[in-house]
């Protein structure tokens, strides 16, 4: 690594060190300029003079912090950059840092309209005197308790179809509690839960990420539970990989996606499919459970364990998967609805329902086919994962 | 102290703001704690607004527009009852339920009903106490 710290060092202009802080302590100066990041980038496909190459040039060069503020948005962190980049240069984190450390020159936060929305929901569950009702959306039949092994954090979940008419976010959860509760299990899900923090993060709030991960994992740690499943993969990455960072001894606690969660109940003959569900259906990977947590496995096992169920893979998965559009609620413009398109068109060409295991892939992509784009898509529904394994218990 | 409620008022440019325009000309009293925001029209209103006034640590948000049927631009105040009656979801979730937001309308020409909306919403506000999110409590 000292290496590399010294080859940009020589390489850049007399006088500077040529490492801007924030790269070197994201190892990011192993950038050796060959662009693929530039071509692999969604955005750049439509927004040519967007290159992530140029900003991590300028970057070296110590203009880390005149980033532009188009450049700094435009990014949906979903780092497809980073898996094609032969040095692993981590561009979603450095751009997440960059956020973080400008974002309060800037005099907007967000340049999307529902981004405003995540944005203020995360503030107000980071007040302390917060007294929330986080269960009307259960309804009868299922059961969740107050004290259990199991929690079943529902995140932002209850509060998106206040906002997103479109999808029925709230079904998602549903599945889930029936799912578990058919397992044996009866999950916790408690009124003292907060947002997870991710958007708050990613569009460089730490400070209200960081009172929400605090107060988060001080219930979870008082509750005793010994496992926590999410339906989201937004909150499962932040649980898993972000709020050990801040939240101290966190040993404690098995993180789990639903998927994790059905396949080992599978393994374990807890859990048993049914009734055949006859769908022609693909996979997206979304980019927090994909790329940054590294689960691309665990979805495809529950698809394949669904009986009647035919799975196509498109042509783009894993590493390589599109991204639905549309990072953290930052950024929806032009680029996120030609990427959509894109993605919808490819999966309608092998299937006739699109499976995803984040709420929010959903939500994007739904926004899409609601919006009755110019060229109509063929009939292409899309379900998420946790629903679909809810119709196969019967 | 005694509690004096926040009540951040959404008024469209067209018939609410010349409402409470008339009633101030007219003298007419309503509370101090009732802070006015000119709007268009209300079909603009955001659920991000409503939220954002609660994390401001308002006690409750007043949106008054058009009478249905008479709304400048046709139809912002049918899209502001309809876009508001799912934020109420989201708010009674979130423990700010209970009457704090109230989507209502006066004509430009109803100075008297806009003190008397603003009367009745910031007692309706006064008797629910402060709002949750407040940092510090007023007593």
Known sequence: ?394 | MTFEPQVCAFACNWCGYSAADQAGAAKLEYPAGVKIVRLMCTGMMDPYYVLRAFEREFDGVLIIGCHIGSCHYGTGNVQARDEMARVSGVLNALGLGQGRLLVDAASASEGPRFAKLANEFAERVRKLGPSPLREVIAQ
């Open chain 1, 1 to 394: 690594m000292t290496e590399t710290v010294s080859l940009v060092a020589v390489a850049a202009p007399s006088g500077r060190t040529g490492v801007d802080p924030a790269l070197h302590v994201l190892t990011a100066e192993g950038c050796i300029q060959c662009n693929k990041c530039t071509f692999s980038c969604p955005v750049h496909r439509v927004d040519v003079l967007f290159s992530p190459r140029k900003v991590i040039l300028q970057a070296y060069l110590g203009g880390a912090d005149d980033v532009n503020e188009r450049d700094l948005w435009a990014c949906l962190t979903c780092g497809e950059c980073q898996a094609v980049c032969p040095t692993q240069v981590p561009y979603p984190g450095f751009i997440r840092a960059q956020r973080e450390k400008l974002r309060p020159g800037l005099d907007r936060a967000a340049p999307c309209k529902h981004g405003g929305f995540k944005d203020i929901l995360a503030k107000i569950m980071a007040k302390p005197g917060l007294n929330q009702d986080r269960r009307a959306w259960i309804g009868d039949g299922l059961r969740v308790a107050d004290k259990g092994d199991v929690i079943y954090f529902t995140g932002c979940m209850p509060y998106l179809d206040g906002i997103f008419s479109y999808c029925d976010s709230a079904g998602i959860g549903r599945a889930a509690i029936k799912i578990m509760n058919a397992a044996g299990i009866v999950p916790v899900v408690a009124n003292a839960e907060r947002c997870c923090g991710h958007d708050a993060l990613w569009n460089g709030d730490r400070t209200t990420f960081e009172t929400l991960a605090r107060a988060n994992a001080r219930w979870i740690q008082e509750s005793g539970a010994k496992r926590l499943v999410t339906t989201c993969a937004e909150c499962y990455y932040m649980l898993k990989h972000e709020y050990p960072k801040v939240a101290g001894d966190w040993d404690g606690v098995e993180v789990l996606h639903m998927s994790e969660l059905i396949e080992g109940l599978l393994k374990e003959g807890r859990l048993k499919f049914a009734r055949p569900v006859d769908l022609q259906v693909t996979y997206q990977d979304p980019c927090r459970l994909g790329r940054h947590s590294k689960e691309y496995d665990a979805p495809r096992e529950v698809l394949k364990a669904i009986p009647g169920l035919t799975f196509v893979e498109m042509d783009r998965v894993r590493e390589n998967s599109m991204c639905c559009g549309v990072g953290a609620y930052s950024n929806c413009d032009a680029a996120t609805k030609f990427m959509q398109q894109e993605r919808l068109e490819e999966a309608a060409s092998k299937a006739d329902h699109m499976v995803t295991a984040c709420p929010h892939c959903r939500i994007h992509f739904s926004c899409y086919l609601d919006g009755r784009p110019v060229d109509p898509l063929p009939d292409l529904k899309i379900v998420d994962l946790t629903e679909l394994a809810a119709q196969a218990l019967g």
